[in-house]
């Protein structure tokens, strides 16, 4: 089943186009990395799939239903983020009193115990509260929703390591009992590359990878040895970035990696991190040869 689904999606900004032919996928119960530069189109996305924003053009539908003004759908969807505004006189306990009134799965115990966990002081008023505590109380919404559809954009950047690694822990245990679709948008792609499933990688409005991160975690390698050596082994490969060493020279290649390689080459698995920064790099390139610019500027 499919939680989200965009057909052709374009959306302009006045003359800046932000989303640019977007077609993509979420499928339902997975969790999915939505990943790209800044300025890329990630948070555009999410508004329109989170009815804070609509297309300009093509198809948009969440849970079958376009998102825009659409209550029941949007009754099923939680959006996190870093920029959350909450009333003047908020505390922590309104909030969370807020969040237990809008999203019907709201698990109070699970929210109690999150509260617990990030030491969130539940009297203080949301204005006072610290970045980490503000991003704390973010995750806690996000995760005590368990809400059908939830995105996390990159609300957890106020949490210091640890607690960020307690917020990936406490997600992906309770995503094992209570399955769901979450969006996680972020830049610390190492810190979640255990955790996604399903990639989707975003540069200058476009997709440039929707896809299995197991698939994807598979299929690049880098190929270091004597140059001649290397230059055999990627022959018909697709190159994602070349560096010369003196007479050595390092390839990372997509497409499947080969079976066998020589001995005199290393071959290792590329991060999905670097597989990232590669391919959108060349999308870079790329542009940069066509003349096109990215969407921060009004041209393509
Ligand atoms: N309200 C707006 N008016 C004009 N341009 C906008 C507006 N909102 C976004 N943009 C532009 O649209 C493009 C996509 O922005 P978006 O916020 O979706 O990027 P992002 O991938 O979420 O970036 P980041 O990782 O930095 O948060 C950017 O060039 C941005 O400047």
Redesign the pocket.
Known sequence: MTAVSMRGVN?K??N????DDVSLNFAENRIHGLL????????????ILTGQ?FESSGSVEVFGQRPYENADVLSHVCFVKESQKYPEMFSVHHALTAASLLYENWDPDFADSLVEEFELPLKRRIKKLSRGQLSALGVIIGLASRAPLTFF??PYLGLDAVARQRFYDLLLADYAENPRTIVL?T?LIDEVSDLIEHVTL?DA?QVLLDEDAESLRSRAVTVTGPARAVEEFAAGHSELHREQLGGFLRVTLSGAAPEHSPDDLHVEPVSLQQLVVRTTQQAADERTASGAT???GTRR
């Open positions: 959306k900004y006045g800046v186009v932000a989303l790209g530069r800044n300025g890329a189109g990630k948070t555009t996305i999410m508004r924003g954009d990159e948008s830049h975003i409005g990215n969407n921060k």
